[in-house]
């Protein structure tokens, strides 16, 4: 399963994100799983995890937000099934504004695929 925590601050601000784990969830179509197992080898019922990488898409999609387009330099820690962000302190209002629009929207999305998936993803709250 994958776990995300969100950190609000005691303004109800995302501070901080972790996300770990890998959801395990395999659903490919037939042909598809039947050029796979062509190409590599592999067994019929091995696929991709599109949940674990939708999860992933929209996690690391908010650090290029903060960096490329807020110039942001977010603390940082990444390895297999570990993500975790932490937001800079000391923001002016009109960043924190827009860093809250883009972690907001991060954080809608995952609640989406909760919603969808929530045998495979779990995200929950927590104040700091």
Known sequence: MVEICIYRDENGSICKYIVS???????????????LKLFSGKDKNAGFDTV????SSITQNAIVGLKGVLGLNPGLEVEDG???????????????????????????????IEEQYCDYVKVKEMEV
């Not at 784990?21 to 050029?35: L, T």
């Not at 993500?83 to 995952?110: A, Q």
């Open 21 to 35: 784990g890998h959801a395990n969830y395999v659903r490919m179509p037939g042909p598809a799983r039947a050029v």
């Open 52 to 55: 674990c990488a939708s999860v």
């Open 82 to 112: 570990y993500l975790e962000c932490i937001i800079p302190g000391g923001l002016d209002s009109k960043m924190l504004e827009k860093t809250g629009v883009l972690l907001e929207t991060m954080y809608l999305s995952l609640k989406n």
